[in-house]
């Protein structure tokens, strides 16, 4: 069985995939990421995803790669994480009262086969409180998320449905991705704990 390597610095994947069973080792790619302003939000996600599995697997060839990319879109432009506080207040604000998707472009590679698909989610906030997007501005919690805000943190305030893989939101679709890597035969362990 080849072995799992994450290409990702986020705290949030890492957790995720850990939680659901699997064993494996964390190498972040580094190099820049670029996609084109002419790119939909689904081609964005899924070129990032690919550039960072694709820079990983050169480094480990006989491995199996997971790599992600997550963004938001508001009437179909693509938003990353905020370039400062002003930008992150634009954004809440933006997203008040309304549905946007989130998008996860995500990429399994080996050195024989290269899979690359985006799942999205729905989410629509509530009408947000002036005052609360202050006060989350001023948490840390938002400015290393796509969208300024973290679904399993204090942004859960703003949420007001989910449609979709709520996983995916957070960064990575667990329950999609651990049917890509089963065609790898890697596959969660499960601890009889009854
Ligand atoms: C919308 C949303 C995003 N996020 C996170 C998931 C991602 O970590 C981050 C989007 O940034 P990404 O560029 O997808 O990932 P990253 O820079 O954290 O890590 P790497 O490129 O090394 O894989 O936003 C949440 O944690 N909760 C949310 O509700």
């Known amino acids: ?14 957790d995720l995939l850990h939680r659901a069973g699997y064993t494996f080792s964390v190498r972040p790619a580094e190099g820049p990421e670029t996609f084109s302003d002419d790119d939909s939000p689904e081609e964005a996600v899924q070129q990032l995803a690919r550039q960072k599995a694709e820079e990983v697997l050169q480094q480990y060839p006989d491995t199996v790669v997971l790599a992600a990319d997550t963004m938001i879109s508001l009437d179909g432009r693509p938003l990353g994480k905020p370039a400062s506080r002003d930008d992150a207040r634009r954004t809440l604000e933006a997203l008040s009262g309304r549905s946007h998707d989130v998008y996860t472009g995500t990429a399994v590679f080996t050195r024989r086969s290269k899979t690359v698909f985006y799942v999205k989610t729905e989410v629509r906030f509530c009408p947000l409180d002036t005052e609360w997007i202050h006060s ?14 973290a679904v399993q943190g204090q942004g859960s305030l703003f949420v007001e449905s989910i449609q979709g893989d709520f996983y995916n939101v957070m960064g990575l679709p667990v329950s999609r991705v651990s049917r890509e ?4 035969h890697i596959v969660p362990s499960f601890t009889p704990t009854i």
């Open 1 to 14: 069985m080849p072995s799992l390597i994450l290409a990702s610095k986020s705290p949030r994947r890492s």
């Open 136 to 149: 989350y501005l001023s948490t840390a919690e938002p400015y290393d998320k796509a969208g300024s805000y």
């Open 181 to 184: 890597l089963k065609t790898f």
